[in-house]
């Protein structure tokens, strides 16, 4: 998920060459993830018996960056 944050803060970087310090609140990041065509995540699974990769959709990837930076705020 921090990855998600990386491309995200990229954009901004290169969508204000100017600015020296960007900031931006989550409501921003979910509408860039929102506007991108197509994003999932596949996870690994383990079991005793088997490994899969489960996907996941957007609002799936919205939720796991909001608990991860919740945790960070926490810290």
Known sequence: MEGVC???E???KKSNPSTPSITYD???LFDYIDSLADLSC???VQT???A???P???EWIKESIYV???KQAGK
């Open 6 to 8: 990386k491309i995200f």
């Open 10 to 12: 990229e954009y901004l």
């Open 26 to 28: 989550i409501s921003q």
């Open 42 to 44: 596949l996870c690994l």
């Open 48 to 50: 005793q018996n088997q």
């Open 52 to 54: 899969y990769y489960e």
């Open 56 to 58: 996941h959709n957007k």
């Open 68 to 70: 991860m930076l919740r």
